[in-house]
């Protein structure tokens, strides 16, 4: 089970594999990935991935999303009293909290209006597309590199590349 809520550094971790992995599939070579201590400028891990085009941005953008919503399918997500979430929380957290710099990526701009809230329908078309490439996503690759996040703190390019072979002969 994993604290989603909180989120637990296993959720954070996760996350930001997920944009890895999605990354390497579509044939981009992340320059690192890296877990944070201390809450950074843009949250507690980040990447440097090549953008790509627009095709490959809008894949590693949404696969984030795709990694939380397998787990969430799965009933692996709780709040913070081991609770497994439900959807209507699943998406408050996953779409609301989670995906702010992801929608951005994902759209090339932040739609985010007054109200602090994001179009429904741009919502909802970035879900689609995670949902779509969620039963795509090699996620044993996913969980190798946010192993590694954890253990190793900071994962660069040829350590990256060391873990994927295994998963994308």
Known sequence: MIDFET???EAICLHEAGHACAAL???LI??????L????????ARSRIPVGDTQQRRIVASAAYAVEYNLFMAHRLTN?????????????????QNAALDKIQFFGEDREGPDKMWPANDDRSF??????????????????LAEAMMSERRVERARILEIAAPFLK
């Open 25 to 27: 599939v579509v044939g």
């Open 7 to 9: 989120p637990s550094d």
């Open 30 to 35: 992340p320059e690192f990935i890296e877990f």
């Open 80 to 96: 913070a009293s081991c609770v497994v979430i439900d959807e209507k929380t699943f998406i408050h957290l996953a779409i609301g």
């Open 127 to 144: 879900m689609t597309v995670g949902q779509q490439i969620a039963g795509s996503l090699p996620m044993g690759l996913v969980v190798a």
């Open 37 to 44: 201590d201390g809450k950074g400028p843009k949250g507690r």
